[in-house]
Structure formats: C-alpha cells, structure tokens
C-alpha cells in the first residue's frame, strides 16, 4: 500500500492542562533542551507513521507566520504571548504535519544521500496552510502559533502549537467517559479545516511556480550563468566554427544581440555552437531541462485542453523557453567576441600608429575552412538538432 504524501493529527489541551504550562516553560529554550523535554509537553504522541515524538533526533529553531530562526529576545515575547494565552483559559492545539519523504524528494525539496532539506519552501507552505486554518476557524485576528521543523530518517514531520492570547472560543458543558459533566472552552476542529491543511500545504509544495523556478535555474543558474566564460571551454571544432561566425558579424558591435535582425545570417550557427557547448559539459542539465519542459507542457495541456489556441499555447511555452537558452548562450558568446574584436582593433591601431589603415579580422582560407568542415562533420555527429546542421552543411557548400 502506498504511503500518502502527507498525515495531519490534530490534538489539544486547555489552558490548565500540564502539557500546555510545560511547553510555555520550554518555548525560549536551545533547541538541544527542547528536544531532550519534548514528551513532557508533547501532545501528539502518534503521527500516523510513527512513534517518533517520545525521543525527536533533531529539530530546527522555531518559525512563525511572520518570523524565522527567531532570536532569544523573540522566543522570550512568544513565551509572553503563549503565558497570557494559558492564563485566559485559551485552548492549546498541538497539529503534526508529516510527509512522505520520497514525495519531498519528488519535489526537489528533500536528498535522502545528503540530508538536504529545503527548509524554506516547507516553512512557507506551513503558513499558508496555517493562514487557511485561521480562516476557516475563524481565528484570523486572535490566533497566534508556533512551529520547528523535526528530522529523522523515516518522516520528515512539522510540529505546530496554536493558541488564542485572547480566545474566542466559547464555553460548553462537556462528559466525560464517567459520566460526569464539566464544562471547557470548544477545542474540536472541523474534520474540513484539518483536510484544508493538508490540501493547502501539499499544494502549495507541489504548485506550478516550483516547477517554473526549477526551469528557470537550469537555464540562468547552472548551464548558462551570465558570469561564466564560454570560450575557454571550446572544443576546436566549437572553435573553428565561432571563428567563421567571427568573420561574419557586423562592424557595429552595436549590433551583435542574438536577437538582433543584422545576426539573422549567424544565429543558426551560434545555437550550433551552444549545442555542441551544452552536449559537451551539460548533457544532464540539459536533459533534465528537456524533462522539465516537457513536464510543464504536459501540465498546460492538463490545464487548458488540446484545443487549437491551447496547442499553441502550451507548445509556444516551451519554443520560447528553449530561444531563451539559447539566446543566453549567444548573447555570452557575442559579448566574449566583442571583447577580442576590442583588443584585436586595440592591437591593430597600436601597431598602425600614425600610418592609417582600415582594421579587417582575419578571413579563413581555403585549406582553413576544409580543416572545419571535417572538425564539423566529427562533432556534429553528437548534435541532436540535425536540422540546424543541414542548414550549416548546404550553406559551407554553396561558400556562403
């Protein structure tokens, strides 16, 4: 049977409870206290995988809805906060979020082999599926809670305490499995408000903007960062062929954008290059690139239908994602390129001195360029984009 992604158990205590009192007591201690102290104020003992809370291995500082890694001095004002709560008689709800970590892992969000957790996303889906309980009990303005982070080997779980510094919760007459009547502020929640948690929660670590961010790291971030020097890492054959684009960019370095009508004759070579460049030393970034797009394709196509307008948007998506890629890598290369144009004109005119001359780059002669159609004709053999490097072969050919 499978696990589910997520669990949420939702258990409270009122205001004189021991429980609630031990953990006032311990909210402005280290992390290595608590954890040590965590059963004596620990209401859920059971997170439906398993008995992880009696002895915690590890947990991270406490967060709340406005704060992270909060200081002493803040532990001490939610420690005041939590103090008038329990001397108002507030309920105490204590809520357990625990995951799946192979569905954190398919989210990108966990690394088993490492021990990576990307605390922050999982802090920020815990507010927004707190602010949703808020909400939906009515809590908004009066509630105020708490949450750390719990580590083990099994499940990685959420540990969260809420409580109402000014409840507003009323009072009823409750009995109890003797018989006996009392009476206790409201604390039982809406089995709809614990499944909005966890919809809320999965949600938002599964959205669409996660795997929108994933797409745009790959592309800026990892295969081609704007600080990262293309031509040093040329193969010769990758060489050879940005000398013959060289040779055809315009004399106004103005002009030399990827997207730029003047470079209409060269773009099909620069994302020659940039394929010969990514298959060389990012063949699993830009793998995993293609897997992501074709993801989001997927899941545009889900969204909006397969009818023409929603074909056309969904396929653009991608077109456009792969012309940004490319567009990085060639506006990196152009850049590179103006900067040997510089020091070559530099050279030029330092060597001329007061004779004048126009400055030409040097033009590839014939035994030059058959030396490049072979190193071509070896290294394309790798290229999968076989259109581009038709057009290449024809357009050498014809001695364009």
Do not use: C
């Not at 922050?120 to 602010?131: D, N, S």
């Not at 745009?216 to 990892?222: C, T």
């Amino acid at each position: 049977m499978t696990s589910p992604a997520i669990v949420n158990v939702s258990k409270f205590v009122a205001g004189n409870a021991k429980k609630f009192g031990e953990y006032v007591n311990y909210i402005d201690r280290d992390e290595a206290v608590r954890n040590t102290n965590f059963s004596k104020f620990n209401v859920n003992a059971f997170d439906g995988y398993h008995h992880y809370m009696e002895n915690p291995e590890k947990s991270t500082g406490l967060f709340t809805a406005t704060q992270t890694n909060l200081s002493m001095e803040e532990k001490k004002q939610l420690k005041n906060t939590f103090q008038l709560a329990q001397s108002n008689d507030s309920i105490m709800w204590q809520d357990v979020i625990s995951f799946n970590n192979a569905f954190l892992e398919e989210q990108g969000i966990y690394r088993a082999k490492t021990g990576y957790l990307n605390e922050g996303v999982l802090q920020e889906a815990i507010r927004k599926g707190m602010a949703a309980t808020l909400k939906a009990e009515g809590m908004e303005a009066s509630g105020v809670w708490a949450a750390s982070i719990h580590l083990n080997t099994d499940n990685i779980h959420i540990h969260i305490a809420l409580v109402e510094p000014y409840p507003t919760k009323p009072y009823k007459t409750f009995t109890n499995k003797d018989g006996e009547t009392y009476t206790a502020r409201k604390g039982s929640r809406r089995q709809g408000t614990l499944d909005l948690m966890k919809s809320t929660v999965v949600n938002d670590l599964i959205s669409r903007d996660k795997q929108l961010m994933h797409i745009s790291e790959l592309i800026h971030d990892r295969i081609a960062p704007s600080d990262r020097k293309i031509v040093p890492l040329m193969t010769p054959g990758m060489r050879q062929l940005m000398h013959g684009v060289y040779q055809e960019l315009p004399e106004d370095m103005r002009l030399w954008k990827y997207n730029n009508q003047a470079l209409t004759s060269v773009r099909a070579k620069l994302d020659v290059i940039a394929t010969m460049y990514m298959d060389t030393y990012y063949p699993e970034e830009k793998a995993a690139l293609t897997q992501a797009l074709n993801e989001e394709v997927a899941t545009t196509k889900m969204l909006y239908g397969e009818g023409t307008k929603e074909k056309g948007r969904y396929e653009q998506y991608k077109s456009n994602k792969e012309n940004e890629l490319y567009a990085k890598i060639g506006n990196g290369l152009l850049r590179e390129m103006r900067t040997i144009r510089k020091e070559e004109k530099q050279q030029f005119e330092k060597k001329q001195g007061s004779h004048r001359g126009a400055y030409q780059p040097g033009m590839l002669n014939p035994v030059q360029l058959n030396k490049l159609k072979k190193a071509l004709r070896k290294d394309f053999e790798s290229i999968k984009n076989k259109k581009k490097y038709q057009e290449l072969q024809e357009e050498m050919e014809r001695g364009e």
